[in-house]
């Protein structure tokens, strides 16, 4: 039978000294990263995936990524999320004149590479785009009026976003169910396409949208990784 000795299981003076060293020359050495999603440094040894501060950061780095990929599609609508146009490519190196404008000459006739014939879907709806303000006289009253005219006839989504590539928080709120249904589609697309590994489940966006509500950046990071 033997006594335990001073280096088996309590610290000596010595060795205390030596961890709390060694754990300050890690931390003096240690490097910064800066976060890739809100530019915070934070310590490489305890980076997300190396890149991150924080896992919210890398969902949401992977949610903007997304949703960016959607507002860069002009066939979707940003807002709710619907397909508002299909493209028909024609085959590869079809040409297409483009005619100058009328009573100028056939100089102004140019050749171009036709990328595609685009088709409204049943989603869109011609509608006006904006008003813009005048100013017009009113005799009547002896006083000068704003009134609202039409800039111009612009096909819109049925949600009544007039741009695509707008997002609106009012409007995607409408119609929620069919702006979830639509997103989920919208995902599937996207990684059919390649832009994501792979699509999440619904039960999987579900969970997601009830802990995060329509924070989509925020949603679809947790969808795709949890
Ligand atoms: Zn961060
Ligand atoms: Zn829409």
Redesign the pocket.
Known sequence: MSLASDSDDTPTAASTADLLALRERRSESSDTIT??????E?DEETAIRDS???F???R?YKGRKALNAIESDHTLCATCFRVVKTVEKPPWGTELKVEGPRGRGDEDVKKDCLIGYQYPTEHMEKGLRDLKRAVVDDDSVDRRQVVAVPAALRWGCECGNTDPKNRDEILEAVDLEQTIVSLLGCLRTLAAEGTLNSPPSWPQLRDALRDHGRDWELVIGTALYG
């Open positions: 976060c890739g999603f809100c530019d915070e934070t991150f501060c924080s919210e950061c890398f949401r």
